[in-house]
């Protein structure tokens, strides 16, 4: 069985794909010694990014390792990838269908994706293409909803997010109950700021959502209207202003069972 991408996926991440280049937020540095230490990466290990989007997850990847292959499905997503980072390898694949060889990767990551495609076809395709001792990483940055305006603007998108796959649904753990492929080794959290004006790591940021993408431009901008009114009725800052944005980091480590 193959599965088609969610429609959120498919249209909002190939209008967006520019966009979320710009304003997603980056990642904590504490990822990189968590890829070399729990994931035991080094220069010789092998890895695929998997649902490597406009590829922001590479420059940590580069740190442990440049034996890098990234796959994603979504053309607009891999075009911006391969202007950032030309030196990285592509394969344009879904993630039940990886064209790479049997127990040939060290670790595979899949970094604020695992959820578009947590079904165990994509686990036994993992399990297929890694080493007996390969691990497979979950990485997601999530909003830190303890900041009273963060979580005024979750409580907004939750209205609007319908049935697309969330990391906070929780729905991509269930991928992982009775499967004999995987074994969860440690999770670990961390955290981080994103700095700079409200419309861009606030508004904008959230514009590049996919269900919000895949809307139309009025209804866009009607919501990023309500993003920036919610910001500024906590905390005084108009779209031009500074601010921080915080975030949660969440990392999982996996191994391989044989």
């Known amino acids: 069985m193959t599965h088609s991408l969610h429609p959120a996926a498919q249209k909002g991440f190939s209008t967006a794909a520019e ?3 710009q304003v997603r937020p980056n990642y904590p540095q504490d990822v990189v010694k968590w890829l070399k230490e729990d994931l035991a990466l080094g220069p010789d290990s092998s890895v695929v990014d998997l649902g490597a989007g406009t590829g922001k997850f590479l420059p940590y990847l580069k740190q442990a390792t440049p034996n890098i292959i990234a796959v994603e499905p979504v053309t607009e ?3 911006q990838l391969k202007i ?7 394969l344009q694949a879904k993630s039940d269908q990886i064209p790479l060889e049997s127990e040939s990767i060290d670790a595979v990551l899949c970094a604020q994706s695992f959820h578009w495609f947590a079904n165990i076809e994509t686990l036994n395709e993992i399990h297929h293409i890694l080493k007996p001792e390969g691990h497979l990483g979950l990485i997601w940055n999530q909003r830190d909803e303890t900041i009273d305006w963060v979580k005024a603007l979750a409580d907004l998108l939750a209205t609007i997010e319908g049935d697309t796959p969330r990391y906070h649904s929780g729905q991509w753990k269930l991928a992982f109950e009775n499967q004999f492929l995987f074994q969860l080794e440690t999770a670990k959290v961390f955290s981080q700021v994103q700095t700079g004006t409200v419309e861009n790591v606030v508004s904008k940021r959230l514009l590049s959502t996919s269900f919000i993408a895949a809307m139309p431009e009025q209804q866009q901008l009607t919501l990023k209207h309500k993003f920036e009114h919610i910001v500024l009725e906590y905390t005084g800052k108009h779209a031009q202003d500074e601010i921080d944005f915080p975030y949660v ?7 391989k069972l044989r």
């Open 249 to 255: 980091t969440y990392v999982y480590n996996f191994r």
């Open 84 to 90: 950032v980072h030309p030196d990285v390898q592509t």
């Open 77 to 79: 997503m891999l075009e």
């Open 19 to 21: 966009l979320y280049q």
